[in-house]
């Protein structure tokens, strides 16, 4: 997996053995829609889901002031600071937690990117866990990938649908709050 813009273009990021890397389609797809809702630019991430990272380094690479990288296996954590280190990226955080039981903040982060493991039913704790503990604030931009449509549980959870697209298998969806 290739980085597609900014100051890491063209670095490699290595496929890791439980990850679902989001390709460069998918991703392209994502960034460019993104970029008609908020400015990357010195914006704060989290990545959610991480596994190898590449929407959190992507962003990094584009100009976010920071991401933050949720994942709950520990040698893909491991992995995620591996890149860090060797990259020289000082500005990214690896938490090594499940999605479900994210601790609370007092700021929210300005983009949100989750891609959960297609065949969890937990999704709809992760959600809540993400707005609960003010994961997502009024103007941050919630951005999940899903294997299938469920765009109507975040929309009765006060959540307004942005956009949606599916590409391959994957669904994307781009949420606010209301």
Not at 166 to 178: M, P, Q, W
Request: proline share 2%; hydrophobic share 40%; glycine share 4%.
């Amino acid at each position: 997996m290739k980085i597609l813009q900014g100051k890491y273009k063209f670095k490699t990021l290595s496929h890791l053995e439980k990850s679902r890397p989001l390709i460069s389609k998918i991703r392209k797809s994502i960034f460019d829609v993104l970029h008609g809702f908020k400015n990357l630019e010195h914006s704060t991430v989290a990545d959610i889901c991480a596994g190898s990272g590449t929407f959190g380094f992507e962003a990094l690479s584009r100009g976010a002031i920071n991401v933050n990288f949720v994942e709950k296996d520990i040698r893909t954590a491991s992995s995620l600071r591996h890149i860090c280190r060797n990259w020289n990226i000082e500005n990214a955080r690896v938490t090594c937690k499940d999605a479900r039981y994210l601790p609370l903040l007092t700021t929210a982060y300005d983009i949100i990117f989750c891609d959960p493991p297609f065949l969890h039913d937990w999704i709809s704790c992760m959600i809540n866990a993400l707005l609960q503990k003010n994961w997502v604030g009024e103007s941050s931009i919630l951005i999940v990938r899903l294997a299938n449509d469920i765009s109507q549980y975040f929309i009765k959870n006060k959540m307004k649908l942005l956009y949606s697209n599916k590409i391959g298998v994957s669904y994307i969806f781009f949420f606010s709050k209301e």
